[in-house]
């Protein structure tokens, strides 16, 4: 019998004491993630579909991962290989091992059939099977751990053998209806699909969210016996409740709080609106973190970000991927930051792009600086406006500041790079590296032929093209030499002023004419 006789709530029983952030003994998962997704009118597998950065389908899986450890399996089916990359490559450990196995549904029977396909994996050789199974859906992620753990809570203490979480719609159309007996205490009879219901079955408006709870020797014994005489002609995963019915076995269930929390994004709607609701549940959360945001609904911050303390978000910032900004940290308007590290105390100025890089302590970047992947930006070191960078490390406290481009170099402590520096480190063929030294100074408009090398301590005049290495302390300078003719624009000015002015071209000529002699035949 259930104990929400009165459809109490998972608020109801919450209790820190059963809240510990522990995996719980005895517990496996299982992620349903073959399905189709047609709804969604996309080429895309629905699971994969981005919520906030992360794969719809992870947030499922690191929910399993919390509560169970290790003993999760998720069942692919559409696009089967290229779910399975992506839940591999997010949950690869340090070593390269994988706590989650991936379990393929080659044929796409219906729910029950594909939790099915787990049991070698939980029954095989030398094995303990699991005290319980927890169920998940792979496009639930606005489920919180805080209802899976009042679920299992509830299943053990009713001593169930199935507990199911459901919601009350104003509009159940389209869902499993939950279907009570009220004479014997509103026990949970069975589920009802929505094409598989009566008129008086699609009246009710609990409905089934699709996440259960399932005790361990009874699972794979009754997914066996089920059969495919529905409407779909396939095998339910909820006509395991009414086998335990039939067998006097209880089933529990819990009603959630919020119904969003646990339904299924099957549309680019509900797509759009649980991209919505996680983003505001992660700036809520770094803002109770100690993070300042001066607009928190203009903040954008990915999942998978984390950010220190009294750091300051500024209006319409970006933060993508697995960006981690340290405490103490500056990022004004218009930034995007996608995959980088950032020391404490490091000050972002407007309308910055940075990609894949690394940055220190202290550094002052922006505004308008791009940083393209695998660039060190080292402990105090500033990087101004309109200028890019890409595969380059600037030391310690070294400078650029304006208008330049620095490409595949490596550049020591203390160097000032001059507005107007360009690393040429593009040949049309390959890339090749610029090495500057420590304490070297740059001039303006200074063109660096990669690959070379400028020794510590030199000074690189302004327009400077450098071709050659470069010894340490020395002076380059590769100009033409400067012509000067005092008077001639004065001159120039008054031919043009003269009557005959408009017909007379006015003198040019900067230098000696050059005379051309024939070569003898």
């Known amino acids: 019998m259930s104990r929400l006789t009165e459809h109490g709530s998972v608020q109801s029983y919450v209790s820190g004491a059963e809240q510990a952030d522990v995996p719980l003994p005895g517990l496996a998962v299982v992620v349903m993630a073959a399905g189709l997704g047609k709804r969604m009118q996309s080429k895309h597998a629905k699971v994969l579909q981005p919520v906030a950065g992360r794969a719809m389908v992870?947030?499922?899986?690191?929910?399993?991962?919390?509560?169970?450890?290790?003993?999760?399996?998720?069942?692919?089916?559409?696009?089967?290989?290229?779910?399975?990359?992506?839940?591999?490559?997010?949950?690869?450990?340090?070593?390269?091992?994988?706590?989650?196995?991936?379990?393929?549904q080659r044929e796409l029977l219906g729910t029950g059939h594909a939790v099915l396909q787990t049991r070698p994996l939980f029954t095989g050789s030398g094995r303990v099977m699991p005290k319980q199974f927890l169920i998940l859906n792979g496009d639930t992620p606005l489920l919180q751990e805080a209802t899976i753990r009042q679920l299992l809570l509830v299943h053990q203490e009713e001593q169930a053998a199935v507990t199911i979480l459901t919601a009350i719609l104003g509009d159940a159309s389209g869902y499993g209806r939950v279907v009570r007996q009220s004479s014997s205490g509103n026990r949970v009879l069975r589920i009802v699909e929505d094409r598989d219901a009566d008129a008086k079955e699609k009246s009710i408006r609990e409905i089934n969210v699709g996440t259960?709870?399932?005790?361990?020797?009874?699972?794979?014994?009754?997914?066996?016996?089920?059969?495919?005489?529905?409407?779909?002609?396939?095998?339910?995963?909820?006509d395991v409740v009414q086998a335990a019915v039939?067998?006097?076995?209880?089933?529990?269930?819990?009603?959630?709080?919020?119904?969003?929390?646990?339904?299924?994004?099957?549309?680019?709607?509900?797509?759009?609106?649980?991209?919505?609701?996680?983003?505001?549940?992660?700036?809520?959360?770094?803002?109770?973190?100690?993070?300042?945001?001066?607009?928190?609904?203009?903040?954008?911050?990915?999942?998978?970000?984390?950010?220190?303390?009294?750091?300051?978000?500024?209006?319409?910032?970006?933060?993508?991927?697995?960006?981690?900004?340290?405490?103490?940290?500056?990022?004004?308007?218009?930034?995007?930051?996608?995959?980088?590290?950032?020391?404490?105390?490091?000050?972002?100025?407007?309308?910055?792009v940075f990609r894949e890089s690394h940055i220190e302590d202290g550094a002052t970047l922006g505004p308008f600086t791009h940083l393209r992947p695998h660039v060190m930006v080292?402990?105090?070191a500033k990087i101004g406006n309109f200028v890019e960078a890409k595969?380059?490390?600037?030391?310690?406290?070294?400078?650029?500041?304006?208008?330049?481009?620095?490409?595949?170099?490596?550049?020591?402590?203390?160097?000032?790079?001059?507005?107007?520096?360009?690393?040429?480190?593009?040949?049309?063929?390959?890339?090749?590296?610029?090495?500057?030294?420590?304490?070297v100074f740059v001039g303006s408009d200074t063109q660096l032929i990669a690959p070379v090398t400028v020794g510590a301590g030199s000074v690189i005049a302004a327009g400077t093209t450098v071709t050659?290495?470069?010894?340490?302390?020395?002076?380059?300078?590769?100009?033409?030499?400067q012509v000067t003719r005092p008077g001639w624009a004065a001159k120039r000015r008054a031919l043009l002023e003269s009557p005959q002015g408009s017909r007379v071209k006015p003198p040019v000529k900067t230098g000696p004419t050059k005379v051309r002699r024939k070569k003898p035949r």
């Not at 993070?291 to 984390?306: E, K, L, N, Q």
């Not at 208008?403 to 049309?428: E, Q, W």
């Open 378 to 380: 080292r402990k105090g």
């Open 58 to 104: 992870l947030y499922s899986v690191e929910l399993g991962l919390r509560v169970a450890g290790d003993r999760i399996a998720v069942v692919v089916g559409h696009q089967a290989e290229r779910v399975g990359q992506v839940i591999k490559a997010a949950t690869a450990g340090n070593n390269g091992q994988r706590p989650v196995s991936i379990v393929e």
């Open 391 to 439: 595969k380059t490390e600037l030391g310690e406290g070294s400078k650029a500041n304006h208008l330049s481009y620095l490409g595949d170099a490596r550049i020591g402590k203390g160097v000032n790079i001059g507005a107007g520096t360009i690393t040429c480190n593009y040949d049309g063929v390959r890339k090749a590296e610029t090495v500057i030294g420590d304490g």
């Open 246 to 352: 039939e067998q006097d076995r209880p089933v529990a269930a819990v009603v959630l709080d919020d119904p969003n929390e646990g339904l299924g994004v099957n549309t680019r709607r509900q797509l759009a609106e649980a991209e919505q609701t996680v983003r505001r549940q992660i700036r809520h959360r770094w803002l109770d973190a100690g993070v300042r945001m001066i607009d928190p609904d203009s903040a954008w911050i990915d999942a998978g970000v984390t950010i220190g303390k009294d750091s300051v978000l500024h209006p319409n910032v970006v933060l993508e991927g697995t960006t981690a900004i340290g405490e103490d940290c500056i990022v004004r308007s218009g930034t995007r930051i996608t995959d980088c590290v950032v020391g404490n105390g490091v000050e972002i100025l407007d309308h910055c």
């Open 468 to 481: 050659e290495n470069v010894p340490d302390d020395s002076l380059v300078i590769s100009r033409l030499p």
């Open 212 to 238: 259960y709870v399932v005790d361990g020797d009874f699972l794979f014994s009754a997914l066996e016996k089920l059969r495919p005489s529905n409407a779909q002609g396939e095998y339910y995963l909820t």
